[in-house]
């Protein structure tokens, strides 16, 4: 439930000297020891706080983020900030071991950080369909979907509303409006 490439060419990026020093020491390994590391972390902390905090990798603190300084003054700050790999990736595998796929994953930095399902009034669809697949079909054990783990928001979509939740947990996850749509006296799916 991560983008192993997008993580490890921002490490490069912006911290090219500890990854020179990590490099030198593991080698060929690197990758393969810094995702161990990292997964243990989000599983341990949680995104929101590795992508505030970074994590540790043999003594050294690695960034997965950098946000915008509170004023331009300081340059190198606001040069980090302008690294940051925001990406959209279209029909991700969401479950391990079958074909489920998502219809959209938003990423920092190789990190999920919000899942959108989409749906299309044209097929009959709308954002009660993607509720409904989030409550029905995805398990919220799943990596991708594990509470503050991974993705921090999952939203269902159509052209006129969006609906949100933070947290899976089959049919007691609660939707909220992200938008008031065209009935804004709809509260709660």
């Not at 500890?18 to 020491?25: P, T």
């Not at 700050?77 to 959209?88: H, P, Q, S």
Request: aromatic share 10%.
């Amino acid at each position: 439930a991560l983008f192993p490439a997008q993580v490890f060419a921002f490490i490069q990026d912006t911290q090219a000297r500890l990854w020179a020093e990590m490099k030198a020491l593991h080698a060929s390994g690197l990758e393969a020891l810094l995702l161990t590391t990292l997964v243990k972390e989000l599983d341990a902390k949680g995104s929101l706080h590795v992508l505030r905090h970074g994590f540790k990798f043999y003594g050294k603190t690695l960034r997965l983020a950098y946000f915008r300084p509170a004023h331009g003054a300081n340059w190198e700050v606001l040069e980090l900030f302008g690294k940051n790999r925001l990406t959209v990736t279209r029909q991700v595998p969401c479950h391990p071991g079958d074909n489920r796929t998502l219809d959209m994953v938003l990423a920092v930095n190789g990190l999920p950080v919000a899942i959108i399902e989409l749906k299309n009034p044209g097929t009959g669809q709308s954002w009660r369909n993607a509720v409904r697949q989030f409550k029905e079909d995805r398990d919220p054990r799943a990596p991708l979907f594990e509470f503050k783990k991974r993705a921090l928001v999952h939203f269902a979509a159509d052209p006129d509303e969006v609906w949100m939740t933070t947290r899976l947990a089959r049919e007691k996850t609660h939707f909220l409006p992200l938008n008031r749509g065209s009935h804004p006296g709809q509260i709660i799916c």
